[in-house]
Structure formats: structure tokens, C-alpha cells
């Protein structure tokens, strides 16, 4: 939102302050003089406190917390319930319950009762009422609906706290800061601005001045929303395109899977077509292998038959007298054995001539 002019702080008599007589001495420093016995607010220090508390509700808006606005103020009710509804902030326009924030949990109860009420005119609880405990009821109903319709979506303490009139609404203002929660306000020349974290000080009590300072905090908040609202969508969207890349990246691993295991089913297939040998070598079984070298062992013995009957046939004759076969073996010669025979010839030869 672009800055807010001089020019319409100054139409908006935002400057305009309280009698010198009503003054605090506290707000000295925001006021640029007096004139016909009241106070003038200096709007250049209005435009930077209002600068510096828009964008402080800004980044707590961004950051998704609540901030509650407290304005029970006649000319200021209509203009807060108006402008904060619309971006879904808590409010107060009604009287102030004293311990809101102090003792919330109770005042959750209460809020809880409304949601119990709706609950039995629903189920069908009403009918079994009198005309008089209907009537009470809606009653309470009414009431509870009254002074915190507005804050029923608070299911936990502000983070923030914006006030119209802190003079009037300073119960409110001791409850924050006894819990230590920031206060940012609009601040007159007759309040205290010490106990307010972020005080801008204007005119609280004409209609225009505050329907301006609430329309530009309230575009601020609106601002820090729609900012968190596109941070979580481009989150959701970089959280999105992750899970696409990894599914994808599954999706690829898995096919790659499928194409090692089809081909290890083809190959297994191949193996199991190929003939008995190679299938009989690939196998590691000792029966298996036996089976291999039996055949083998076979054809080894048959080889060395067939060598052994060739060595026979080609082998020369040689032929051998049944007296050589006979003869014992002797160290003698071939020649020295034919003398030997000529000699006992003879000596035959002479034993038969004597005979005779």
C-alpha cells in the first residue's frame, strides 16, 4: 500500500488534540504546538509511528498469528467491526471482559457454550424443553453471541493487540502487557503512550481520523496474508514437483529393474536350448562329471589296443630251434657253441666204431 500522504492526515483531522488542560505530559514529544488552548499533533511523527506499526502487523500477519483489536468507543465500534471482519481478525466492540487474556481458559468455556447451544437446537434436544428454559436459553445464546461472537475463532492468546483510546481501554492494555504482548494503539494528547509498544499518535475520538489509521493497518495485515497465502502455495508447489521428480525417478529405477530381469529370463532360456554337452560341462555335480570321463577312459583303453596288436604285426620273425629254446643260457659265443657240437659228434662217431 503506498504511504499515507500528509495532505489526508490532515483532512482526516488526525491532528486535531485534546485541551491543554487534559493534556499528559508523556506525549510531549508528539506535540507541535497549541493553538485556541488545544493541542496539535506533529503528523510527520504520526506518519512514521503509523509507517513502523503497519509494517510490524504486516510481518505478524505474514507469520499466520492473530491480532486482536479492542474498540468499544461509540464513533470507533461500527468503523472496527466493519474493516476487521473482512480479513478475519478478532475483535472487541462490545464491553471488555475483564480477564480475557489473564484468564482466557475461562473464557473459552464460554465461547464453547455458544457451539453446545447450537448443538441442542440441532439435535433435537429444544424440544424436550419447556417454553421458559427455550427462552432462557436463546437468551444466553444472544448475549454470549454478543460479547464474543467476535472472538470465537481464538482458540489461543493474540500475538498482537491494536487499541482505539488506550485511556479508556486500559484494563485491556494491563492485561497485554502483564502477558507480554505487543501493543500498537492510537494514542491522544491526554494518554499515557509508556505501557504501548508501537503508540501512533492521532485524534481517537473523531470518526474520520480512526476510519483512516484502521483502513491503513488493517490493508497492511491484508497485505502480509495474501503474501503468506502465495509463500505456502509456492511451498505446496515446490513440495509438489519434489514428489514428481522422486515418483519419477522410482518409476525409472523400477523399468530399469524390469529390462535386467527379462534379460536374465533370456538368457536362463538359451542356456536351457543349448545342447547336452555344453549343458553337461556347465554342471557341477560329481555324478555329472563322472559320467563326462567315462567315455573318455573308453576310447584310451580301445587306442591302446589297437597300438599294442600294430607293434605285434610289424615286428620281424625270427626263427628259434627247439635246442636253442632249450639251451640254458652260457657266456659262450656262437662259435665257441658249433665247436662244442663238433667235438661231441665226433666223440659219438668213435664210441660207435668201438662198439662194433
Do not use: C
Not at 502455495?233 to 523400477?254: F, I, L, R
Not at 657253441?337 to 662217431?349: G, P
Request: hydrophobic share 35%; aromatic share 4%.
Amino acid at each position: 500500500m503506498p504511504k499515507t500522504s500528509f495532505d489526508e492526515l490532515l483532512d482526516a483531522g488526525v491532528h486535531f488534540g485534546h485541551l491543554k488542560r487534559k493534556w499528559n505530559p508523556s506525549m510531549a514529544p508528539y506535540i507541535f504546538m497549541e493553538k485556541n488552548g488545544i493541542h496539535i499533533i506533529d503528523l510527520k511523527k504520526t506518519q512514521v509511528k503509523l509507517e513502523d506499526a503497519g509494517a510490524a502487523l504486516k510481518q505478524i500477519a505474514k507469520s499466520g498469528r492473530k491480532i486482536l483489536f479492542v474498540a468499544t468507543k461509540k464513533q470507533a465500534k461500527d468503523i472496527v467491526a466493519d474493516r476487521i471482519s473482512k480479513i478475519n481478525m478478532p475483535y472487541v466492540t462490545e464491553r471488555w471482559p475483564g480477564g480475557m487474556l489473564t484468564n482466557f481458559p475461562t473464557i473459552r468455556k464460554a465461547v464453547k457454550k455458544m457451539s453446545t447451544i447450537d448443538k441442542m437446537a440441532t439435535d433435537g434436544t429444544f424440544d424436550t424443553l419447556s417454553k421458559r428454559e427455550r427462552l432462557q436459553i436463546t437468551r444466553q445464546r444472544a448475549k454470549l453471541e454478543k460479547n464474543l461472537g467476535s472472538i470465537a475463532d481464538l482458540t489461543r492468546l493474540p500475538a498482537a493487540m491494536f487499541i482505539v483510546d488506550v485511556t479508556k481501554e486500559y484494563i485491556a492494555v494491563r492485561e497485554a502487557n502483564r502477558l507480554n504482548i505487543p501493543v500498537f494503539a492510537m494514542v491522544d494528547t491526554n494518554s499515557d503512550p509508556k505501557n504501548i509498544d508501537f503508540p501512533i499518535p492521532a485524534n481517537d475520538d473523531a470518526s474520520k481520523s480512526i476510519s483512516l489509521i484502521i483502513d491503513y493497518v488493517a490493508s497492511e495485515i491484508e497485505e502480509g496474508l495474501t503474501e503468506r497465502k502465495m509463500e505456502r502455495e509456492k511451498e505446496a508447489a515446490e513440495a509438489k514437483e519434489k514428489k514428481m521428480k522422486k515418483e519419477a525417478k522410482a518409476e525409472a529405477t523400477n523399468e530399469e529393474k524390469k529390462v535386467k530381469n527379462e534379460q536374465s529370463k533370456s538368457k536362463a532360456k538359451e542356456q536351457e536350448k543349448a545342447p547336452d554337452d555344453k549343458k553337461a560341462e556347465h554342471k557341477v555335480g560329481t555324478g555329472d562329471k563322472q559320467e563326462v570321463k567315462k567315455p573318455e577312459a573308453e576310447e584310451k583303453k580301445q587306442e591302446a589296443k589297437a597300438e599294442k596288436t600294430m607293434a605285434e604285426e610289424t615286428k620281424p620273425e625270427t626263427h628259434i630251434t627247439e635246442a636253442e629254446e632249450k639251451r640254458p643260457e652260457t657266456g659262450l659265443t656262437e662259435e665257441d657253441m658249433t665247436a662244442e657240437t663238433e667235438e661231441a659228434e665226433e666223440q659219438t662217431i668213435t664210441g660207435k666204431t668201438a662198439e662194433e
